[in-house]
């Protein structure tokens, strides 16, 4: 069974472009996460859909990021406009509600 | 105080050797506590759950103390490839939110 797919898996860009990262849960997780990864913050939660609904983006960092999950098999995490301190490996997560959660393999981003 | 603090390392040690990491999470309210595992450039996966009365999965020991809120991660006869970074996780209180430790790293050597 494949796994979570994340594209693509390395973006470079410049500052203030947009950026997209997609994500394809694992199918018949109901519940998708996005995570950031850097060296000084280590991994954080920025945002958690349940069924497709957005249940907590307590963890997006500002009104450049957004996020949106039309359907249960597809979601998107978009920065504009990109900056360098947001260069950071993102991850996107799936599982079923309080079970284990299984990462994609990631999208390495540099903002020049 | 973070919420879940790990001694960064790194750890090296030779093949064989047992190794130990510890972890302290800050929220007395956490329910679910795990050990992942992650390859350098690699995603994070699930080691193992840690359960309160500690759980072991071959050469892999997990132990929990609520009281003092501190986790524990125990490797024996460690091998070249158990080299990676491990990360404490905690649930914070819900049944979603997951915690991360920095984690970390540990270097088996021939």
């Known amino acids: 069974d494949a796994g979570v797919i994340q594209s693509p898996r390395h973006e470079v860009t410049e500052m203030g472009q947009e950026v997209t990262l997609r994500c394809k849960p694992i199918s018949g997780h109901n519940s998708l996460f996005w995570y950031r990864q850097t060296m000084m913050r280590g991994l954080e939660l920025l945002i958690y859909?349940?069924?497709?609904?957005?249940?907590?983006d307590s963890g997006m960092p500002e009104d450049r990021f957004s996020a949106k999950m039309p359907n249960a098999s597809f979601s998107t995490l978009k920065i504009q406009p990109s900056e360098p301190r947001d260069s950071a490996v993102y991850f996107c997560?799936?599982?079923?509600?309080?079970?284990?959660?299984?990462f994609g393999p990631g999208t390495r981003l540099t903002v020049l | 105080r973070k919420e879940v603090e790990q001694d960064p390392g790194p750890f090296n040690v030779p093949e064989g050797a047992t190794v130990a990491f510890n972890c302290t999470y800050s929220?007395?309210?956490?329910?679910?506590f795990f050990w992942y595992r992650q390859d350098c450039r690699k995603e994070p996966k699930l080691l193992m759950s840690?359960?309160?009365s500690g759980n072991e999965d071959g050469r892999f020991t997990a132990q929990l103390n609520r009281a003092s809120q501190y986790i524990s991660l125990l490797i024996r006869d460690s091998k070249l490839s158990d080299s990676a970074t491990y990360l404490c996780?905690?649930?914070?209180?819900?049944?979603?939110?997951?915690?991360f430790g920095k984690g970390t790293l540990l270097t088996v050597n021939p």
């Open positions: 929220n007395s309210a956490s329910q679910s």
């Open positions: 996780v905690n649930s914070g209180g819900s049944n979603y939110k997951l915690t």
């Open positions: 859909f349940n069924n497709n609904v957005p249940i907590d």
């Open positions: 840690v359960y309160s």
């Open positions: 997560a799936s599982s079923t509600l309080a079970n284990e959660q299984f």
